[in-house]
Structures are given as structure tokens and as C-alpha cells.
């Protein structure tokens, strides 16, 4: 299957060459409404503001906010991931003006003390790959220290592919199941990760605002799509093996169509901003 994205210990870490192939995607993906509410309230910030990445991967959260944020004062964010590649080569392609440096552990072990003097947590794609504890705990963690939280491109479990396949809803529930497995002791939230997140931050008085943030695909991203099917069948058939029979002739059916350029793919996500009450960003109750 297509490896998970990096993650909490526990979770496979991801390959460079996956992450390599996602990030236009994820850049399209992501909101620049949330990106430019934090810009916002980081104009009057004094001094160069720490801006901390979970699960950061190859970086591609820096290249994408770093620019957007531009604060006055300069950058400095701290890299977290447990894979020692990734982050080797995160640090190495910081945007220019902004520093950093790698923090390698599991990053579902920071806490409110931990975060002291952050001006703002930021991750892609870790939601869905956190227990239900973990992501209480984040946002505890981010409210107790007072920190603004852009959480983005967490799945939501639907998908529309065009044309429609009689065997589309079958593959797309037991996917679904799939990341909401469980992997030794851990349960994933997969795709309630999002509902999970923003119970927790309203809980604490946060204001959170949240956006879409699908993928769209088509030909143009031939090789995304392949790969994101190889690893969506993979998965269906992990979670349910008696799929494995069709899983062959739909893969060479969505192929032709893929190089027909007839087939399109959505894969809905959604970013969520979370900022602790009496955080200085402008934030409006939803």
C-alpha cells in the first residue's frame, strides 16, 4: 500500500518519494484563508517567531506557510519527526529567511511546558493518525500553553471518483475501516480525526475555524493517482482480504481510464485552525 504519512511512535514513517509526489497536491490542498489569518496576527509580533511542525516529513508545511506567515521579525521552526532522513532534509530546505533546526521523538509526547514561547503548531496530514487520547492531549497542549494550532489536510473518508465504479463504495468503506485500525495498543482515529479535533478545542474555549481542503486530480497528476489507488486498494484488501479478488481487474479498469484521461478523482480533507481564547490572532466564532 502507499505508506501512511509520518506519525506518532507506533506508525510506519513515510517515504521521501511519496512525499515528493503529494506535495503540489497538498500545497493546491491547503487553505490560503487560514494561512492568511495567522499572517495577520503575526505582523506586530516582536522578534522572529517559533513556529513548530509535527510529523513534520520532508518539510513541505515550511515551504508552503513560511512564505505566507512572513512575519517582521523572521522564522525559526523546530522540525519534529521521528525519522531521522526526513528531517535531514526538512532543515536543509527551509525557505529562505528562516531558521530551524530538528527535534527527533515522539512528537505525542510534548506537552503545554514543552510549548512555552511557541507562537504557533502546525502539522499535515498527522490527524488522522493519532489515537483519541493523543488528540485530546494536543489540544490540551496547545490551549494550556495558549498556542494557535493549523492542523491541515486531515481526510474526512470521502471520495468521489468520475466515472463511478459498481465497486467504489465497497473499496472506499472497508479503506475506511482501514485507517481506523488498530496498530498495537493504538486505535487511529482515521477519518474522525477531524470531529475528534474540534470537540477537543472547543472544549477548552478555542475558537476554531475550519476550511476545505481537497485534492483534485486528474490526468494532469497521472502519477499521484496511480499511486494513491495502489495504496488505497492495498489497504481495502489488508482490511478486508476477501477484495483482494476484484481488486486486480478494478485497478487495470481505473488505469485505462486514467490514461484515456478520462478519470478524476476528489479526496476531501479539511485544515482546521485552533486559537486558545486570549491568543492574538483575529478569529471569529464559527
Given at each position: 500500500?502507499?505508506?501512511?504519512?509520518?506519525?506518532?511512535?507506533?506508525?510506519?514513517?513515510?517515504?521521501?518519494?511519496?512525499?515528493?509526489?503529494?506535495?503540489?497536491?497538498?500545497?493546491?490542498?491547503?487553505?490560503?484563508?487560514?494561512?492568511?489569518?495567522?499572517?495577520?496576527?503575526?505582523?506586530?509580533?516582536?522578534?522572529?517567531?517559533?513556529?513548530?511542525?509535527?510529523?513534520?516529513?520532508?518539510?513541505?508545511?515550511?515551504?508552503?506557510?513560511?512564505?505566507?506567515?512572513?512575519?517582521?521579525?523572521?522564522?525559526?521552526?523546530?522540525?519534529?519527526?521521528?525519522?531521522?532522513?526526513?528531517?535531514?532534509?526538512?532543515?536543509?530546505?527551509?525557505?529562505?529567511?528562516?531558521?530551524?533546526?530538528?527535534?527527533?521523538?515522539?512528537?505525542?509526547?510534548?506537552?503545554?511546558?514543552?510549548?512555552?514561547?511557541?507562537?504557533?503548531?502546525?502539522?499535515?496530514?498527522?490527524?488522522?493518525?493519532?489515537?483519541?487520547?493523543?488528540?485530546?492531549?494536543?489540544?490540551?497542549?496547545?490551549?494550556?500553553?495558549?498556542?494557535?494550532?493549523?492542523?491541515?489536510?486531515?481526510?474526512?473518508?470521502?471520495?468521489?471518483?468520475?466515472?463511478?465504479?459498481?465497486?467504489?463504495?465497497?473499496?472506499?468503506?472497508?479503506?475506511?475501516?482501514?485507517?481506523?485500525?488498530?496498530?498495537?495498543?493504538?486505535?487511529?482515529?482515521?477519518?474522525?480525526?477531524?470531529?475528534?479535533?474540534?470537540?477537543?478545542?472547543?472544549?477548552?474555549?478555542?475558537?476554531?475555524?475550519?476550511?476545505?481542503?481537497?485534492?483534485?486530480?486528474?490526468?494532469?497528476?497521472?502519477?499521484?493517482?496511480?499511486?494513491?489507488?495502489?495504496?488505497?486498494?492495498?489497504?481495502?484488501?489488508?482490511?478486508?482480504?476477501?477484495?483482494?479478488?476484484?481488486?486486480?481487474?478494478?485497478?487495470?479498469?481505473?488505469?485505462?481510464?486514467?490514461?484515456?484521461?478520462?478519470?478524476?478523482?476528489?479526496?476531501?480533507?479539511?485544515?482546521l485552525l485552533a486559537v486558545p481564547d486570549g491568543a492574538a490572532v483575529a478569529q471569529d466564532r464559527p
Amino acid at each position: 500500500m502507499t505508506p501512511p504519512l509520518q506519525g506518532p511512535a507506533g506508525t510506519e514513517t513515510c517515504p521521501p518519494a511519496w512525499l515528493a509526489l503529494r506535495e503540489p497536491a497538498d500545497a493546491d490542498a491547503r487553505s490560503p484563508e487560514l494561512a492568511a489569518v495567522l499572517a495577520g496576527s503575526l505582523v506586530a509580533s516582536p522578534g522572529a517567531v517559533l513556529v513548530r511542525d509535527l510529523g513534520c516529513g520532508t518539510g513541505s508545511m515550511a515551504r508552503w506557510l513560511a512564505p505566507k506567515l512572513n512575519p517582521p521579525g523572521g522564522q525559526h521552526w523546530v522540525l519534529h519527526d521521528r525519522d531521522a532522513r526526513l528531517l535531514e532534509h526538512a532543515v536543509a530546505t527551509l525557505p529562505a529567511r528562516v531558521t530551524g533546526e530538528a527535534d527527533a521523538g515522539d512528537l505525542t509526547r510534548l506537552d503545554a511546558a514543552a510549548l512555552a514561547g511557541t507562537a504557533l503548531v502546525v502539522a499535515s496530514a498527522l490527524l488522522d493518525l493519532l489515537t483519541a487520547g493523543e488528540a485530546d492531549d494536543l489540544a490540551g497542549a496547545c490551549v494550556a500553553a495558549g498556542c494557535p494550532a493549523l492542523l491541515t489536510l486531515s481526510v474526512t473518508g470521502r471520495v468521489q471518483l468520475d466515472p463511478v465504479d459498481p465497486l467504489d463504495a465497497e473499496l472506499a468503506a472497508a479503506f475506511n475501516a482501514h485507517q481506523r485500525r488498530r496498530v498495537g495498543a493504538r486505535r487511529l482515529l482515521g477519518p474522525d480525526a477531524i470531529d475528534a479535533a474540534v470537540t477537543a478545542f472547543r472544549r477548552r474555549g478555542a475558537l476554531v475555524r475550519t476550511a476545505a481542503a481537497p485534492w483534485r486530480l486528474g490526468p494532469d497528476r497521472a502519477e499521484l493517482v496511480r499511486e494513491w489507488l495502489a495504496g488505497r486498494l492495498d489497504a481495502a484488501c489488508a482490511q478486508r482480504p476477501e477484495l483482494a479478488e476484484h481488486a486486480g481487474a478494478y485497478r487495470d479498469r481505473r488505469r485505462r481510464e486514467l490514461a484515456r484521461g478520462r478519470l478524476t478523482v476528489t479526496v476531501e480533507h479539511t485544515d482546521l485552525l485552533a486559537v486558545p481564547d486570549g491568543a492574538a490572532v483575529a478569529q471569529d466564532r464559527p
